[in-house]
């Protein structure tokens, strides 16, 4: 990121911000669509080596950032082709559900039997083993949740899963009269996956309400995607939608029948849902819920709390103590974890990190550097004496290491040099 200010495709790309914004919305013919686009090229000029174009000043830098937008709007147009060819919308789901091959009457047997071992078998199991294994196979509830859930360690919850696993596994080897496997020769019960579980039960989807199930619960599609320090990442979903990662992120999606799910462990990310009403999307970061059909948004997961940005349209937030708030364009609010909200504004930029700006706005000191390690290479540390110290100013990503030297001017503190090449923040005596 260092390199960003003096790369001279950057520059050109400022100085003709204007007339390229005109240039992809009359492409696009849709004035989101070119702010997308306009955020991609910047990406992919701020990842360019961008010295060999100071020995061919001139015209020649602006023709290579007009390519460069035009070829990212043509594939564009040919990942939304291809999705177009992959997904075909079917408005009577029982015409989707008329395609499947009607069982015979032995198959119909055969699946309320497994259907009723399997029953059987998740009723011998202690009530919270049972709940806590379907909680975290079915609704995939994470497992730090569960253990917050259920007032137990994440080790029991481990061994909780475990246990229903091998009881099935067990249920269902009897039923079909086998043996289940051995256990491991060092004593240790063996982790089951739930591919024979799963290959069983797919006979159940001849039953209306393990269909219904099927659908809601095992996902059509999954995706996982982790950004490195310093870098971003767009992604575009098998519906159309797109998701922006930024820096040092981690996220994991999945589509179902009846609703998408993203769920943000790390990081910043700036959604353009598509909508749907019969699938909404829901963000999940921390403890807290994010849903919406179809709008702009993003949502940044810091220490301690989750921040929503709206672009565009309406999404409703849910936090853990159970308050829920509906926010539209141009509103901002803070959530903090394991409780409510802690701020709401207006007509705030969302997400500046995509045009290369961070906006700390009256925060602690610790979480404006925690905010700025995701575009560093090395390690920054804050002393916990000066932590909490408010930080107020608008910073150029491409400048975070020259805005930290710049603290002791503004605040009472002094850097030092790490040996490993980091930086600390201390009180100035």
Known sequence: MSGFASNPLLACYREHYAGLLRFLTKRTRCADTAQDLMQETWLCLAEKDGTAFLREPGQGLRAYVYTVAANL????YRQAARAAERFVPIEDLACLESLASTPDAGDVFLARDTLRHIDAALAQLPQRTREVFLASRLE??????????????????????????????????????????????????????????????GGLLALPTAWQGWRHFVPVWRGEWNTA????????????????????????????????????RQGAAFFQVARDEGRPFTVHALDVRITVLGT???????????????????????????SRRELGAGESLSVREHGGFTGHTAHGHPSPWRDGWLNFDDIPLEQAVQRLARYMPTAVRVEADVAALRVYGRVRIADSKDWLRQLPSILPVRLMDEADGGLRIVRRA
């Open 296 to 322: 702009r948004f993003g949502v940044d997961v810091e220490t301690g709390q989750v921040r929503v940005d709206v672009e565009s349209g309406r999404v409703l937030v849910q936090a853990a103590d159970g």
């Open 140 to 201: 995939g509830v994470r497992r730090a949740e569960l253990a917050e859930r259920f007032g137990i360690s994440l080790k029991t919850v481990e061994r909780d899963i475990t246990t229903a696993l091998e009881h099935l596994e067990r249920a269902l080897h009897a039923q079909r009269g086998e043996l289940p496997p051995a256990a491991s020769t060092t004593g240790r019960p063996r982790r089951k996956n739930l591919a024979r579980l799963l290959s069983l039960v």
């Open 73 to 76: 709007e043509i594939d564009r």
């Open 229 to 264: 320090s310093a870098r971003f990442h767009g992604q575009t979903l098998p519906d159309g939608s797109t998701v922006l990662l930024d820096s040092a992120t981690a996220i994991e999606l999945a589509y179902y029948a009846t609703r998408r799910v993203a769920t943000l």
